[in-house]
């Protein structure tokens, strides 16, 4: 039985959640990233501009379509932690923990295919729970609609099941582990260079550093000691392979960071079996570990959504870890107050400016290297300039 105290506790947190998100997207603009995803010839971008055309090119609308998703995934957590954890109180927690990490408060905020990816694995995770393979082999199929950033899932499935000696379940990986090869095959160009080292501090910025040396923590102790389950599968083959290129070359972790981030229901499960295996006069160790723990999550959490201030206290704007997801907005909003609807400049700035209806054009050129006799744009946030363009007619 669902105590009801439970759904309260969780739907309150979703509630604040989405709140505080919500403010946070009130200073964003599209990002080069976001820019490329939206006019990509990928299913993901085709369906985004279908989605624009319904409602008239409407941000909004795109930025709500993954708060819902955001929202979605938080539920399904809490679904799977059903099977996971003993408690219902400890599935909430595992649900909020997970909807206030840092990595998965940005994938709220963004355009990104990994707020997909982990839409669709955690409905396979739910399915393999209770035995609905048949259902599990078509959602399987949808992925392939978003393959790219699937190939970790597919290799869990296929060692899942060779570990279990799930012939069925083994060549269903292999099957899909085929089929994202000849979608999307596997390029190993390059002179060979070392990435592991910044691959591991995304992974900590994504978590919180104290959380990811956690989860590296239980999923070794769970390879020594404890079952193996389908999640422990997806998330250690995730990080595992990540790694393991890493070392060689670049990496696209968004490929690989959603199966890692939807291990929180098995690290919460974890904690709690040390800390209620213990009398309590010896739990005042994991109480000032869960204080700093959770302390270094929150100020990451409170980082990103509060991001905006940080301008105050920047000399150099540029160097603002959003900044790359600001101003153009404003910008655009300049230009069409001027009656300028197309521009000329850097191809970066072109296509994120194409999003809010400016093109490319040739009667005025858009720099922000200083250009005597030209009109100046500048773009502030609580009275501080943080950024400057230059106007001029050619």
């Not at 940080?310 to 907005?329: E, G, M």
Request: hydrophobic share 50%; charged share 15%; aromatic share 14%.
């Amino acid at each position: 039985m669902i105590l009801k105290i439970n759904i309260y506790w969780l739907f309150g947190a979703l509630i604040l959640n989405l709140s505080l998100l919500i403010f946070s997207l009130s200073g964003l603009s599209i990002s080069y990233y976001e820019a490329q995803i939206y006019y990509s010839n990928s299913n993901l971008g085709a369906i985004l501009r279908y989605i624009s055309s319904i409602f008239n090119s409407n941000e909004t609308m795109l930025r709500a379509m993954f708060l819902t998703l955001h929202i979605a995934n938080s539920l399904l957590i809490y679904a799977i932690s059903l099977k996971i954890l003993k408690r219902q109180s400890d599935c909430v927690i595992a649900a909020i923990l997970y909807m206030f990490l840092p990595g998965v408060l940005v994938s709220a905020l963004i355009i990104n295919q990994e707020s997909i990816a982990i839409f669709l694995t955690l409905i396979i995770i739910l399915l393999e729970q209770h035995s609905k393979r048949i259902l599990m082999s078509l959602t399987l199929a949808i992925t392939l609609l978003f393959s790219e950033p699937f190939i970790a899932l597919y290799l869990a499935i296929m060692l899942f099941g060779v570990f279990n000696r799930d012939k069925k379940m083994a060549i269903l990986g292999v099957i899909f582990c085929i089929a994202w090869y000849y979608l999307n095959g596997f390029d190993a160009s390059g002179k060979p260079r070392g990435y592991f080292l910044d691959s591991m501090a995304v992974f900590a910025a994504v978590f919180s550093p104290l959380l990811f040396i956690y989860f590296i923590y239980t999923l070794y102790r769970i390879a020594i000691k404890e079952n193996k389950s389908f999640l422990w599968f997806i998330s250690t083959t995730a990080i595992g392979v990540c790694m393991l290129i890493s070392m060689r070359q670049r990496v696209e972790l968004e490929i690989f960071l959603p199966f890692c981030v939807i291990f929180v229901p098995v690290m919460v499960r974890t904690f709690f079996a040390s800390y209620r295996s213990r009398l309590p006069q010896f739990r005042t160790t994991h109480k000032i570990a869960t204080i700093v723990v959770l302390a270094t999550l929150a100020i990451n959490s409170l980082t990103i959504i509060f991001h905006q201030y940080l301008y105050l206290f920047l000399d150099k704007p540029s160097n603002h870890f959003a900044y790359k997801y600001d101003i153009v907005k404003e910008l655009a909003n300049e230009l069409k107050k001027m009656g300028i609807t197309s521009v000329s400049t850097n191809s970066t700035l072109s296509l994120r400016l194409k999003f809010y209806g400016i093109e490319n054009g040739k009667e005025y050129k858009l720099s922000q290297k200083y250009q005597k006799s030209c009109k100046n744009i500048k773009i502030s946030k609580f009275n501080k300039t943080i950024a400057t363009f230059y106007l001029c007619k050619k």
